[in-house]
């Protein structure tokens, strides 16, 4: 006989709680289907639930194993880490195709939608913008094997399929045009100000920061983060050159600054420039959605742009795009998947109002 549903079973089911995976297996009646607690699927009504300790109980009642957790596969099989896993394996071998994004669900059996929220889970960020990362970090390695190359060829060798897309990938993810950047590979030092750096503490993580001409150019959370922006960029460690921006920085960690007041790089599309400055406008301790953000400039319905905007934020913090929340108050993925962060910088806005 199986066991009953338990209170802890069902809430490991409802949040789909993988720390259980191993513990207990669950079937829904009405679909004839054995899952994983971590199952992303719809939730079944309860009085439709059966669980089980080992998968052979189930099967031996006639339930078909998930093809989306993969119970058959045993309990140490990860299916979210798996398919970010092989969606990333596919971008990296066929990134220079220019459709390759839309391909890609219907390659992994899966909606775009599921396959972002796995992806994002996973790595830190949407498919898109990790594709327009890879696809910029490609150009940057194309320029610097031969820094004569047409731009236009580069741009669509790496599967943009327009210009206007690749200049604006290039500025907001290098911090610089491709033409500037081609100038400092044939003469380092020419064509751009002098990139300084240092770093700030913030509870339990380190924060880079980079100042260029006298202008905050980014903030980092993480190391990857960083190194997107700094690949083939030349910085140097200068913390007299960025005390204004660690000053201010340091007293809103302290809980003493509410608003800052610095100088900012504004370089990206018409677009996030737009998502940036509604984000700016969130007042110190509060929150928005993303559909109120969507809603503010102009673009009902646009939540999910509006998170994607959100993720390429390049100076976070400063420009608070951890006050946006999902619609039902959770802390979506923060820079990243680091909602830890977002939550530490939550918090502190509560703890000092």
């Known amino acids: 006989m199986e066991p009953a549903c338990t209170e802890t079973m069902w809430e490991a089911i409802c949040s789909c709680d993988r720390s259980q995976d191993g513990s207990f297996l669950y079937a829904v009646r009405s679909t004839g289907i054995v899952c994983r607690p971590s199952c992303p699927s719809r939730k079944p009504l309860r009085e439709n639930t059966l669980i089980f300790r080992e998968l052979p109980e189930a099967l031996a009642q006639g339930f078909r194993p998930c093809k989306r957790c993969r119970p058959d596969l045993g309990p140490d099989f990860d299916p979210r880490a798996e398919v970010a896993g092989e969606a990333e394996r596919i971008l990296r071998r066929r990134f220079g195709e220019p459709g390759i994004l839309d391909l890609l669900p219907n390659l992994l059996g899966l909606t775009r939608l599921h396959l972002d929220r796995v992806f994002k889970s996973e790595r830190g ?76 503490a913030a509870g339990s993580w380190t924060l880079t920061i980079a100042v260029r001409g006298a202008k905050l150019s980014k903030v980092a959370v993480d190391g990857k983060d960083w190194d997107a922006f700094a690949s083939g960029l030349a910085t140097r460690h200068d913390p007299s050159a960025c005390a204004l921006f660690t000053e201010q920085l340091n007293e809103y960690f302290a809980g003493r600054r509410k608003t800052f007041s610095l100088p900012m790089e504004t370089r990206g599309t018409l677009f996030s420039l ?66 830890a962060f977002k939550k530490f910088l939550l918090e502190l806005e509560r703890e000092n109002p």
Do not use: W
């Open 274 to 339: 737009r998502v940036r400055e509604a984000l700016s406008s969130i007042p110190y301790g509060k929150t928005r959605s993303y559909g109120e953000i969507a809603s503010a400039i102009g673009l009902p319905g646009g939540a999910r742009a509006i998170g994607q905007a959100n993720s390429r934020n390049p100076l976070p913090v400063v420009v608070p795009c951890h006050r946006v929340v999902g619609g039902d108050g959770r802390l979506v993925g923060y820079k990243g998947a680091n909602t």
């Open 125 to 200: 960020l949407t498919t898109s913008i990790f594709l327009a990362s890879l696809r910029i970090e490609k150009a940057r390695e194309a320029f610097a094997e031969n820094p004569q190359a047409a731009t236009a060829d580069v741009a669509f060798s790496v599967g943009f399929e327009s210009l206007s897309s690749f200049y604006a990938s290039f500025r907001e993810l290098s911090g610089q045009s491709p033409r500037l950047y081609r100038a400092s590979l044939l003469e380092p030092g020419k064509g751009t100000s002098e990139i300084v750096v240092d770093r700030v």
